[in-house]
C-alpha cells in the first residue's frame, strides 16, 4: 500500500532522509520509532506532500506521490502531530467541511461522521464547539476525521503527545479496529516503546536511516541502544 523508495530529503547541508526505502503491506499496523531528529516529521511532511523531496520516490497503491499527488493523497488519512481542527466550529461542522473537501455526499458524509462519533463516544460532543473538548476527544475527533473517506493508507504522527494512558489506549484500540475491520495499512510514529508493542511491526529510524525493521524484544533493544548512544 505504501512504497517509499530510496527518499532522499535535505536541509541544506544537513540529510534529514538519507536514501530510505520502506513499504508497508495492506492490513499492516506499523509502529515509527525515532528520538528528535531521527527524520520522522520530515518523511510525514514528504508523504502528505506538505514537502517535495529532493530525490526518490513514494508510491501510494502504486500511484506516484510525484507524478499522480491528487489521486494518491486521496488514499490517504492522516492525524498529525499539532491538533488541526478549528476550535471555534463544532465536531460536526469541522468533520463535514473535511467530508465536502473530499466530494462526499451529504447522506454519507452525515452517516459517516454519526458512525464514527459513536463508534469512539464522542456522539454527545458533535455540536459542541472543539475549544471545549478535552485533548484526548479532539484527538478521536481528528481520528474520526482522517477516516470519512476511507482512506487505505493512516498516518498518525505521534497522535498521543500530551494524552492521558486512557486516552493513548483509547486511540489505539480505535486504529487497531479499523485495520481489523477494513484492512487499513497504518504508520504510526512514536517515541513511546509501549505504543510500539502494540503495532505488528516495528521500524526505528535514525538520523534519516533506517536502522531496524523487525518485531519483538530484538526491535525493542536496538531501539534502547540507539538512544543511549544519542
Known amino acids: 500500500m505504501l512504497e517509499i523508495q530510496s527518499l532522499t530529503k535535505r536541509y541544506g547541508e544537513r540529510v534529514a532522509l538519507d536514501g530510505l526505502s520502506l513499504s508497508i503491506a495492506t492490513g499492516q499496523f506499523t509502529a515509527l520509532l525515532g528520538p528528535n531528529g531521527a527524520g520522522k516529521s520530515t518523511l510525514f511532511q514528504v508523504l502528505t506532500g506538505l514537502f517535495v523531496a529532493d530525490g526518490g520516490e513514494v508510491l501510494v497503491d502504486?500511484?506516484?506521490?510525484?507524478?499522480?499527488?491528487?489521486?494518491?493523497?486521496?488514499?490517504?488519512?492522516?492525524?498529525?502531530?499539532?491538533?488541526?481542527?478549528?476550535?471555534?466550529?463544532?465536531v460536526r461542522r469541522n468533520l463535514q467541511f473535511h467530508a465536502d473537501l473530499h466530494g462526499l455526499p451529504k447522506a454519507l458524509a452525515r452517516e459517516r461522521i454519526d458512525a464514527g462519533c459513536a463508534a469512539l463516544a464522542?456522539?454527545?460532543?458533535?455540536?459542541r464547539p472543539v475549544r471545549e473538548l478535552s485533548g484526548g476527544n479532539r484527538r478521536k475527533v481528528e481520528l474520526v476525521r482522517a477516516l470519512?473517506?476511507?482512506?487505505?493508507?493512516?498516518?498518525?504522527?505521534?497522535?498521543?503527545?500530551?494524552?492521558?494512558?486512557k486516552s493513548r489506549r483509547?486511540?489505539?484500540?480505535?486504529?487497531?479496529?479499523?485495520?481489523?475491520?477494513?484492512?487499513?495499512?497504518?504508520?504510526?510514529?512514536?517515541?513511546?516503546v509501549e505504543e510500539a508493542e502494540a503495532a505488528d511491526r516495528v521500524v526505528v529510524l535514525h538520523r534519516g536511516r533506517l536502522l531496524a525493521d523487525s518485531v519483538g524484544a530484538e526491535i525493542m533493544?536496538?531501539?534502547?541502544?540507539?538512544e543511549a548512544v544519542l
Open 62 to 90: 502504486g500511484l506516484s506521490l510525484r507524478s499522480h499527488a491528487v489521486a494518491a493523497l486521496a488514499h490517504i488519512g492522516v492525524v498529525f502531530q499539532q491538533m488541526s481542527l478549528d476550535l471555534d466550529l463544532s
Open 122 to 127: 464522542t456522539s454527545a460532543d458533535l455540536d
Open 170 to 192: 483509547d486511540l489505539l484500540a480505535a486504529v487497531r479496529a479499523d485495520v481489523a475491520a477494513r484492512g487499513t495499512a497504518v504508520l504510526w510514529a512514536t517515541h513511546l
Open 221 to 226: 533493544a536496538a531501539f534502547v541502544v540507539e
Open 148 to 165: 470519512l473517506h476511507r482512506p487505505a493508507l493512516l498516518l498518525m504522527d505521534e497522535p498521543t503527545v500530551g494524552l492521558d494512558p
